[in-house]
């Protein structure tokens, strides 16, 4: 059955049609966004859901989202999207940060210059019929310093479209490295030499704990005399009331804000200043941008619905089309590797070890460990999956490590498992041959071989004679075929193990029959899905 999806934001019918011509149902109803009853009421239905601003996709409108599994945000700004729990939920959320970083580079850049020759005010005095050319006395950009906090897509552009007015750039970025900067022709700096040397500062970081008033009263004061400020990013970054003030005293000469702590900023205490310019949030109001940002959240959605490609997503390691084809036979050793240890215990996991040797050492490990976490925690509550994993090993406080290694055996590579209990450390192993078939290659340190099937029974013993006859007429008496049946052992005479992979589930009474024969320490079913 094709994946069907809802847009329920307005969405270029060039995007709407990139979904159907890709294979997937889409119903677009622009104005549904607004409407939250009944979205709420058909949300169910849907396997994706592509939004702008309007459509707010909370707690409460994620309980009914039973099949959803991506929501796709044709733009950068995700405030209308309960990321926490879509993550419980499962669901991922997708963004497009780059189709709109042109335009909101090239916004800013038209602020600073609208600032620094005071266009707004005056366009609006000439409109008026005055001729106040005295009046507008405006600075240049030539050979002046520009401060760019925030070095990353949009703030790497302004960089260079300032450099190439001439402007001397300075950056500060925690995450910029010296050769970044390099390539891009700026002096890397910490915030205080910025704040002292700018010229003009501009913004380019998301709203964090951390960045929150960034330009705080007490930053402000460290700018250099005369300084003009322009935030193109998000509200929040600059503490308003104490930019007002900075701005009344004269040691802050102008602000351009395209975002507002508050929006729709429909009052603010800075509107009406003289010497700030200020727009409604149209960083990325061109068409091309719009164009782009759907084009891209439609391309983005139906990859992931249709080949497991993850690209720009928020809460899940993205996985582009070609790894999803390499990695799709470790992907689901690994979950089936987690799925062998979480059935194997009923006690608390205080921690997940996960050990990658050889060639997949080196492919998405991010990937490869929620599916490990999800095919852990599934024996305890189905509901988990690939995006909640990581969330729901939080919340119980599961420590996650992992190590990767170059080639150390017999095999090309594989994955090996440890759960650590208050009681016991388990361990299990995988690799994938050529044909792409998951193969358990060890269960706690004895080697077996061992193809990974629907219904599986895992049994321990002694190593002693007529375990296997044992084995194979209970199954037999009780209607069970057995496709596959392997063993292995630490030593003679020492602790032995088998894995028979069978047709179908067995019956508890099977169970209770070979563990009343007295020779198992253990006899586990389990359940893998090798869909």
Sequence with gaps: MAPRVLVSDELSETAVQIFRDRGVEVDY???LGKDKEKLAELIGQYDGLAIRSATKVTEKLLEGATN???VGRAGIGVDNVDIPAASKKGVIVMNTPFGNSITTAEHAIAMMFAVARQIPDANASTHAGKWEKSKFMGVELFNKTLGVIGAGNIGGIVCDRALGLKMKVIAYDPFLSEERAKTLGVHKVELEELLAKADFITLHVPLTDKTRNILSRENLAKTKKGVRIINCARGGLVDEAALKDALDSGHVAGAALDVFEVEPATENVLFGHPNVVVTPHLGASTTEAQENVALQVAEQMSDYLLTGAVQNALNMPNVTAEQAAVMGPWIKLAGHLGAFIGQMTDEPIRAINILYDGRVAYMNIAALNQAVIAGVLKAQNPDVNLV???????????????????KSGSFDAYIKVTMVTDKRERSVAGTCFSDGKPRFIQIKGINIDAEVGAHMLYTTNEDVPGIIGLLGMTMGKNGVNIANFTLGRSGVGQDAIALLYLDQAIDPKVVDTLEATGMFSQVKPLQFEVA
């Design 388 to 406: 909640s994993a990581p969330v729901v090993a939080k919340d119980k406080g599961i420590q996650i490590s992992t190590t990767r290694q170059d």
């Design 68 to 70: 959803l599994k991506v």
């Design 29 to 31: 109803m622009p104005k």
